[in-house]
């Protein structure tokens, strides 16, 4: 219950920084509608249906009831909240003669460029791709990663380990932005024709006709790899470090005198406890490739969340740029609570 209460905690804070810090920037929020087609009748009605017009305070309680999903609304006004009270759905009941509680999912508003489109719909098309995308960065990270790992703590100040420990460090200093042009340009442009990878691209791919798509699995390798670079190298050195640690252990040495092979030793004693660093590192990094991973679509084209946030900033999208940062906040709240249902399954004495 107490860890539910931080969550619930953290979550609000994230919302009220996001809510004060998109409206408190200088510009009408009308005219970002509105563009060239700036007209002072219909930026009074576009204030009204959407309460810019309204104190910040209550523009703020509303948000806070679009966002809850336990929201409250008065029954006989029928305003439950400042934009488009008719796409709130859910389970309502009745609280006395004038007030309504509705159970309903968040609700994130609606796109000011992309009329009609809420802003839900437009995560939900694109979080997908971002989710495998992030999820074949961390599992490529994390396989290599350990291999690296364990070969670096059994080989010690070798020249494996020295070699290791150098590409290691080269994967840390380089900026997700920085690979990411570097990858595309090399494997995509310049090495293409050896590579068969193209600068840009995205999971689905236009064929030539324009009358489908298809499934383009090539696209995923280079944002990929260049995604997968710096978690890499921290849980390569993360995995040495701890394993070296957990070699010297007194129950490794009574393994050894048991007879049990050097694979024994390691892949079925001392690898496994000596994961909950790397798990926490690995953890750490699938979370924050979901907003890392915006340098990475962008460069290459991938239309995930990165992109749509991008795009959003670039056309002056408010309620999308909020819905995506909320969202990339809810994964990353998630994920971490998660880990430490991770750490009670793979040890035991974690309380």
Known sequence: MRQAGYILLLLWGVATVVFFLF????????????????DEEQRLAINAKYGFNLPLGTQYAYFLNDLSP????????????????????????????????????????????????????????????????????????????????????????????????????????????????????????????????????SLFAIDDYGEGSYLALDHLVLPAITLGVRPLA?????TRNSLLQTLDEGYIRTARAKGLGPLQVVWKHALRNALNPVITATSGWFAGMLAGAVFVEFIFGWNGLGKLLVDSLNTLDLPVVMGVVLTLSAIFVAINAAVDLIYKLIDPRIE
């Open 23 to 38: 409206y408190v920037i200088p510009g009408d929020p009308a005219q970002m509608m509105l563009g060239q087609r700036d």
């Open 70 to 201: 336990v929201s409250i609304h008065h029954s006989k006004s029928g305003h439950i909240s400042s934009m488009e009270p008719d796409k709130y759905t859910g389970l309502v009941w009745n609280v006395g003669d004038s007030w309504n509680v509705m159970l309903k999912w968040p609700y994130l508003r609606t796109s000011f460029q992309q009329r009609g489109a809420s802003v839900s719909s437009l995560i939900a098309q694109v979080l997908p791709n971002t989710a495998i995308l992030a999820g074949t960065s961390i599992f490529i990270a994390f396989i290599v990663g350990l291999l690296f790992g364990t070969i670096s703590a059994l080989f010690p100040n070798t020249i494996w380990d020295r070699s290791l420990a150098t590409i290691s460090t080269l994967g840390m200093s380089l900026p997700s932005f920085f690979s990411a042009i570097l990858m595309a340009w090399l494997f995509g442009f310049v090495w293409s024709s050896w590579t068969g990878l193209d600068m840009t691209g």
């Open 234 to 238: 921290v849980i390569t050195q993360l």
